[in-house]
């Protein structure tokens, strides 16, 4: 079993929808969850971070995270066709520094 | 500022081969990491680098791939003896202090074996 589980999708919503995105994970060592954007072609960047357990937001995003049930989220409100992209999530522990990546989920948001 | 660039941005090669890639981090960054992305599959991280330290190699597959990283610049990940599952994207993300979830990542290399 990987440490870090996605649903790779894919993900496709209309226009103005929410989006979920979610992964589970089994190493109760992980503190830091991070949400990365990859659009085609490119590298993965940061969107967000949330450190242990709680919620975060950032404009249309919203993060949270459950560590009693190892359960991480991400919320995309009023979806634009400019969020099609891969969602990977990541996460690492106090004492590391490679990030744990699953494997990402594809989402199309049609206009 | 610039970004992290890797070079090339597409490479085939025969089978047998030996690759070398190639990643320019951030300015100033101290760390250095290298990740592997196979198709469907998510990042696999390979070696880590920060500054003057011995690079923690615990990541790289098998004694094929090496890697070097020229002071706080320029790092080159070798693959001898290139294998068809050696295909894959590979990519180099770099942050300014060592052990940083925040790591800005390059737009990766698309190696192909044939």
């Known amino acids: 079993q990987k440490e870090v589980e996605q649903d790779p999708g894919p993900l496709s919503v209309p226009e103005g929808a929410i989006v979920s995105l979610n992964c589970t994970y089994s190493n109760s060592a992980f503190q830091y969850f991070m949400w990365y954007r990859q659009y085609s072609r490119k590298g993965p960047e940061l969107l967000m971070y949330t450190y242990s357990s709680g919620n975060k937001e950032d404009g249309r995003f919203t993060a949270q995270v459950d560590k009693s049930s190892k359960y991480i989220s991400l919320f995309i409100r009023d979806s634009q066709p400019s969020d099609s992209a891969t969602y990977l999530c990541?996460?690492?522990?106090?004492?590391?520094?490679?990030?744990?990546f699953g494997k990402g989920t594809s989402l199309l948001v049609t206009p | 500022g610039a970004g992290v660039s890797q070079s090339p941005s597409n490479k085939v090669t025969e089978k047998g081969k030996d690759v070398e890639l190639r990643c320019d981090p951030i300015s100033g960054h101290t760390a250095l990491y290298w990740y592997r992305q196979r198709l469907g599959q998510g990042l696999e991280f390979l070696i880590y680098f920060q500054g003057n330290s011995a690079p923690d190699k615990s990541g790289l597959p098998s004694d094929r791939f090496s890697a070097e990283r020229t002071g706080e610049s320029v790092s080159t990940l070798t693959i001898q003896r290139t294998q068809q599952e050696d295909s894959a994207v590979y990519l180099c993300?770099?942050?300014?202090?060592?052990?940083?979830?925040?790591?800005?990542f390059g737009p990766g290399t698309r190696l192909t074996v044939t």
């Open positions: 990541a996460m690492m522990s106090n004492s590391g520094y490679a990030l744990n």
């Open positions: 993300a770099s942050s300014p202090i060592g052990g940083s979830y925040e790591q800005y």
